[in-house]
Nanobody, 116 residues
Framework: QVQLVESGGGLVQAGGSLRLSCAAS????????MDWYRQAPGKQRELVAV???????TYANSVKGRFTISRDNAKNTVDLQMNSLKPEDTAVYYC??????????WGQGTQVTVSS
């Protein structure tokens, strides 16, 4: 059974940093692309960052240069380092993966709140 469990959210002042972590289990982690999404109140869920099995990364324009996605295949974790946080980064952040045979998997989400 695939499970994704996020941790590391919290309250931080603008300009501060947070590191989110997602622990994956129940499948062969190293072969899957992993993503971080976020959803702010009243807005659609949006893709924040992607890391492939080959460690290639892509970012939303809104976070480029501030956020860094990384993965540790030995620990089955994917992290999101968030620096220079802005109030508009406030959202629930979700870890996600897609498996061809069984579809989308999401974590339960972790709240990030950036105060001005």
């Amino acid at each position: 059974q695939v499970q994704l469990v996020e941790s590391g959210g919290g309250l931080v002042q603008a300009g501060g940093s947070l590191r989110l972590s997602c622990a994956a289990s129940g499948y062969i982690f190293s072969v899957n692309t992993m993503d971080w999404y976020r959803q702010a109140p009243g807005k659609q869920r949006e893709l924040v960052a992607v890391i492939t099995s080959g460690f290639a990364t892509t970012y939303a324009n809104s976070v480029k240069g501030r956020f860094t996605i990384s993965r540790d295949n030995a620990k089955n974790t994917v992290d999101l380092q968030m620096n220079s946080l802005k109030p508009e980064d406030t959202a629930v952040y979700y870890c996600h993966t897609y498996r061809a045979r069984s579809g989308d998997y999401w974590g339960q989400g972790t709240q990030v709140t950036v105060s001005s």
